[in-house]
Each structure stands twice: as structure tokens, then as C-alpha cells.
């Protein structure tokens, strides 16, 4: 079993429920493209405190990592408890409201970080509020997550003014902002033109069939606790995959463990070519199609 990173060594040899649920279950593999974007995310929590914080715009299609890469970024920043009492926490992540509301906005801010308040409370006073606990604990970075949902509003004066929040914010504690969604995110910060020049974007391109994605192909095979070798970079299984996936790594993640699955249900313990081809798959662009052909 010499194909399997250590973790997966310990994991093959338990039942065939465990080895599932590990399958079933979320781990992180890393790429080139995802180091890059962890690493800019790491200058942001050392970059000092100056008037115009530096900040950064993920931008990528659904499912091809984006909220992956900054969660595992959140996860390495936890809230540290101060010896005399209080927290530190430098990065905080939360999902944008489902639409431009600064009083929802400011309700997420404050229940993601257990902080007492009331809902009805004027969004002046739950201001006031987050600031304060901002600099409490330090705060350095503020992710937010699903940034194109402020486009849902209609009004263009109440998109504005969400955004006016997250430059009052950026301004007035000195934080970096991390704003992550679909390529929409883009034209949502561009409506604040001050907000435009202070974002560093960066993009998450569909997967294409080079080394990189050879080497991810690769590094799911040391991970996923399959007995036999699948040989997951030779013959037609890279471009099977990238094909079925569209180039999505949230796709290629599922293929992967679906087919994992079934190779350990059949007892054949290895994926090939005719595993994904006997797969019951639909690419994510004919889902779109059939659901709009249902609307």
C-alpha cells in the first residue's frame, strides 16, 4: 500500500463503514493555487496597522474552492483566551446576508462572536458595538463570504451603503477585508470605487490538464483509503475526470469519493476507467440546464 500517505494507511486498514466515513467526511488537499492565496491571506494578518489596510477579493465559479481555502485560512487563526481574561481573535469569517441589509449584517458580526445584543437595536448602535469588539480581540481580518449576495438587491442605494460599512469598518479599525464569492463579487466591490482600489483580486480558474492538476489527481490517491492502486494520472482517467468535473475541484473531489465508494462496496478497491464510466454522473452545466427547463 505504498500509494497511501500515512494517514491513509491507518485509515485502510479499519472496517469498510470507517474507511467510508472518512471518505464521506472533509479533508484538505493542497495545490499550488490554494498555497498562493494562503499565503496572501497570512501577509494580511502580519501587515501593520496603517490608514488603507490592504485586502483581497477571491473570486471563483461555484464549487472550485474558494470557501474551502479561506476556512482552512479561519481555522488556522482560533480565538486564543487571554490570561487575564478575554479573547484573541485575529481573522473572523462569516457569510454575507442574503441580500445588502447592514442590520442583518451587523446581527451576524455580533452572533458569530456570542456578543450580547438586541436585533431591533439601531444599526448606529450595533456599529458602535462591533467596533469596539473588534478591537478588543484584535481583530486583523474580517472574511466575508458569499460578497455577490448584496447584488440581490434591487436598490443601488442600499448596496451602496453595505458597502460604506465595510469601508467604515476597514477605515476605522484598521482591518483587512477578504471578500470571497462568484464573479459577480467583482462588479459588487467596483460599485464602491474606494473599496475597488484598496481589493487585490484574485481568481480561481477552472482546472486545465497540466501538471497541476496531475499532481491533484496524485495527492487524492494518497488520501483516499483504497487498498489497490488506481493509477489515477495515466491512460484517459485525467481527462474522464476533468470532462465529468468541468474543471471544478469541488466536482473532482466528488467524482473521486463517489467513485471510492463503489470501488470498496464491489470489493475491487481501485478506480478505473470503467468506474466513472459506469458512474450515473450529470456535469454541473446539464443540472443547470435541466433545472432552468423545469423554471
Known amino acids: 500500500m505504498d ?33 498562493e492565496i494562503l499565503t496572501k491571506l497570512e501577509e494580511l494578518v502580519d501587515h501593520p496597522r496603517v490608514s488603507r489596510m490592504p485586502s483581497i477579493l477571491v ?7 474558494k470557501t474551502d481555502i479561506v476556512k482552512r485560512f479561519a481555522k488556522r487563526h482560533q480565538p486564543v483566551v487571554k490570561p487575564e481574561g478575554g479573547i484573541i481573535a485575529p481573522v473572523l469569517y462569516l457569510q454575507a446576508p442574503p441580500t445588502a441589509d447592514e442590520r442583518a449584517f451587523y446581527n451576524g458580526i455580533l452572533q458569530k462572536t456570542f456578543s450580547p445584543h438586541r436585533y431591533s437595536d439601531r444599526i448606529e448602535n450595533k ?58 463579487a ?21 482546472w486545465e490538464n497540466n501538471d497541476d492538476y496531475l499532481r491533484l489527481l496524485a495527492s487524492f490517491e494518497q488520501i483516499l483509503p483504497l487498498k489497490n492502486r488506481s493509477y489515477l494520472v495515466d491512460g484517459e ?20 469519493k463517489r467513485a471510492s465508494l463503489k470501488v470498496i462496496k464491489d ?16 456535469p454541473p452545466s446539464e443540472r443547470q440546464k435541466q433545472i432552468n427547463h423545469l423554471v
Open 3 to 35: 500509494h497511501l500517505n500515512e494517514k491513509a494507511k491507518e485509515i485502510v486498514l479499519r472496517s469498510d463503514t470507517e474507511r467510508i466515513n472518512f471518505i464521506e467526511s472533509s479533508f484538505w488537499i493542497g495545490y499550488p493555487k490554494s498555497k
Open 59 to 65: 473570486v471563483g465559479r461555484t464549487n472550485n474552492g
Open 127 to 184: 456599529r458602535s458595538q462591533t467596533v469596539d469588539m473588534f478591537k478588543k480581540i484584535n481583530l486583523k481580518v474580517l472574511i466575508i463570504d458569499e460578497i455577490h449576495n448584496i447584488l440581490t438587491s434591487t436598490n443601488p442605494k442600499k448596496q451602496r451603503a453595505f458597502l460604506n460599512e465595510l469601508r467604515y469598518l476597514s477605515n476605522e479599525v484598521e482591518i483587512s477585508l477578504v471578500c470571497v464569492g462568484i464573479k459577480e
Open 186 to 206: 467583482f462588479l459588487a466591490i467596483q460599485a464602491d470605487p474606494q473599496l475597488t482600489n484598496r481589493f487585490d483580486p484574485i481568481t480561481l480558474p477552472r
Open 237 to 256: 482517467i485525467p481527462q474522464t475526470i476533468l470532462t465529468m468535473s468541468e474543471g471544478l475541484i469541488g466536482e473532482i473531489s466528488k467524482i473521486l
Open 267 to 282: 470489493k475491487s478497491e481501485k478506480i478505473t476507467s470503467k468506474t466513472l464510466n459506469k458512474m450515473e454522473w450529470i
